[in-house]
């Protein structure tokens, strides 16, 4: 079954807002055996009216985002009733949602409102839970001269077309998908190793085989390396992955690395407090994504300032003076003030020079310190150089930083 | 001048990568007077050759991303030679570089390495400062039966893409659109505010005026309304558009709120201490996402457990006991705690239930109690309630406890 994504919006071309729908929808699908052949983004306005004609002609399944929304710029839901000749319905129900959500939340109703109220014949309504614009659902039509795809209107927030499309729409994908070929894909996310250096251990050994699709895919400090084929062919495979890759393997199933170690750290009734300063919260911020972080985080302090370094970890001011706040004794007292105070088992502590600015000659902007401290055993610390823009930096240092404590975890 | 964006990948249609190309393209773009008309996601290998082909037909300049790596399903350089009939030639330069980078590196140089030496015939090398994959830059072909535009290939991490773009590729698009008419675009960033209020109090009134193009687009408390037009229209609009929206407005640049309050604080001299508890690090993070957030911030602690509410804001436990963790007098204790040990002139605070689990009848999943405290004035606190899923309730969280503080330094 073909499955494209329209994304409508000018804001996206534009760069106002990055396209987070694609990657949702992509992840969301691949389980049913479905995957996106294409998908495409066109501009507000009539250029939505090419982009549904094209793809009407590809695909069986389109799935549309945005462009429902109260505005004039909101064209989807009219334009495809009128490429599809169907007539559009004031529908009481919604309009009755719509005031009740205003009412709720405090807002007026607005006569704009209205529009978001219309339905096209045979469609039906997805309710919006988060929002005022609901979503339609128009099944596929085969007329003589044309054939439609089953065709899926959602609204653009991502908070408002997740819950919609994992309540209206995954249900009904999984229907039209009965009898897809499932194939399992496995992702082998690396930590501290290249893309290259993963295709020569390992994947051009397998590449060519049959059955099997290979792919790669290279972020900071971190490489997928994809494997789609029959669950048997993938558990038979998986010894020599495993022996090529071990170490290097964060997870098998997506999980990123924040989420391994608080799954770890839970399994083994471990705390974790953190101390950062060039990181400035990162650190604590992936941690606390994760779900029931609290069981196992419940300190962490950002001490940007020398000060506070010394007054909150109790780093010696004169090893700052003498070392400088970018140095490795300034983390080590910092991964060890922090683990004490917080009284934790292990402690996570980064200090460097995220740039544009700070650099010099001996601490080139991207230096940074990282240490690990634990209740039981010598703290670790060292030191590693990231130059590259400033959210990278902290990214590429919090992902080293977690991944010495995956590390230590599993030894 | 059409610009189109083809992004080659499997994994962005897998989901296992966001997007975030297109959104760096269309800023960058803009102020050349240049849009993106169209963007077009392909799997890696043979649909790249269909989305080649339909693009060459359609637009002027086109910018391709990803396809350019070591591995066996980097097919981009490859296609397009074909495509336009250009031989491969091996430069020897990139293979010294790469040969050079590997070294520095430490990494072992790779045989696969040699695909990313090949050049087509014509093509101007793009050197790539943060890998081994150069970019492409193939000049427009005239010929008799056909017409193919101005290629640009470009390696797919941002890291590697974004250097590349800013030093070869925006420089060339300046020369190649010279002549193009450059609107203006402004975009007032509205926070506390919704959709359909910014079009109600002055969006209908500007809409279908000749030369002005009006765009909305909503994220999660937060509203882009965008003014695209001569620099004379949008100075004539302003006036009405701040009496209207004024309060709300948190930017005209496409600033965000923490880049707003960070420029601020700076500006008066004064200093941000944070205290986080549900939105465990966010706030940090996004304030020292921003450049130059040292001169503001010294001090942040992410203090989940209650015990280290206690111990290192001083938050009377027996306070805790009473109300709860989420509460007005803890987010009180916790903001006035964190405003004195940083002796800093302002303190944020966040207390609340991030879910999934936690909620209970009297304070529900969602539930925030936020706390600005200043060195010369009143706490304010006040409670917030988002039910929604960890990371946008975080993201709100943080967005509120942002503008509070950007209104007190406005008044």
């Known amino acids: 079954m073909i499955v494209e994504v329209l994304n409508t919006g000018t804001e996206l071309l534009l760069g106002n807002v990055v396209n987070s729908h694609v990657a949702y929808f992509g992840q969301a699908l691949f389980p049913l055996g479905l995957r996106i052949a294409r998908q495409t983004t066109v501009p507000d306005g009539a250029a939505i009216r090419n982009g549904l004609i094209e793809a009407f002609d590809r695909c069986e399944v389109l799935l549309v985002t945005g462009g429902l929304g109260p505005t004039t710029d909101d064209l989807a839901r009219e334009l495809c009733a009128e490429l599809l000749g169907l007539r559009l319905v004031a529908d009481d129900e919604i309009l009755r949602q719509i005031q009740e959500r205003c009412a709720r939340r405090g807002f007026a109703f607005q006569e704009r409102m209205r529009r978001q109220t219309m339905v096209p014949e045979g469609a039906t309504v997805m309710p919006n839970a988060h929002g005022t614009a609901p979503g339609l659902y128009l099944p ?134 953190t101390a950062e300063s060039c990181t400035g919260g990162l650190l604590a911020h992936r941690i606390t994504n994760v779900p029931g972080a609290s069981e196992i985080f419940g300190a962490g302090w950002v001490t940007y300032a020398n000060e506070i370094k010394t007054a909150e970890l109790g780093v010696d001011a004169a090893l700052i003076a003498k070392h400088g706040a ?23 502590a980064t200090t460097g020079i995220a740039g544009p600015g700070g650099g010099t000659d001996e601490k080139p902007v991207g230096t940074v310190f990282l240490a690990l401290a634990e209740r039981e055993g010598p703290t670790m610390v060292w030191r590693e150089f990231f130059p590259t ?6 990214q590429l240092a919090t992902q080293s930083a977690l991944n010495a404590l995956r590390k230590r975890l599993d030894s």
Chains 1, 2 share one sequence.
């Open 140 to 273: 596929a039509l085969e007329r003589p001269s044309s054939r439609t795809p089953h065709i899926f209107l959602l609204p653009g927030p991502p908070c408002e077309l997740k819950p919609m499309f994992e309540t209206y729409v995954l249900p009904r994908l999984r229907e039209l998908a009965d009898g897809e070929n499932v194939a399992q894909c496995r992702v082998y996310r690396c930590v501290g190793i290249g893309e290259s250096m993963v295709e020569s251990r390992i994947g051009l050994r397998l590449s060519n085989m049959d059955g099997l699709e290979i792919g790669y895919c290279a972020r900071p400090n971190e490489v997928d390396f994809r494997l789609i084929g029959s669950p048997e062919l993938l558990d038979e495979l998986e010894p020599q992955i495993l022996a090529e890759l071990g170490e290097f393997i964060v997870s098998q199933d997506g999980a990123n690395l924040e989420e391994v170690v608080v799954a770890k750290l839970r399994e083994l009734g471990r705390t974790l407090a």
């Open 389 to 394: 823009d400033r959210e990278t930096f902290k």
């Open 326 to 348: 970018v140095s490795e004794p300034v983390a080590r007292g910092m991964a060890e003030g922090a683990r004490e105070q917080a009284d934790a088992d292990y402690a996570l």
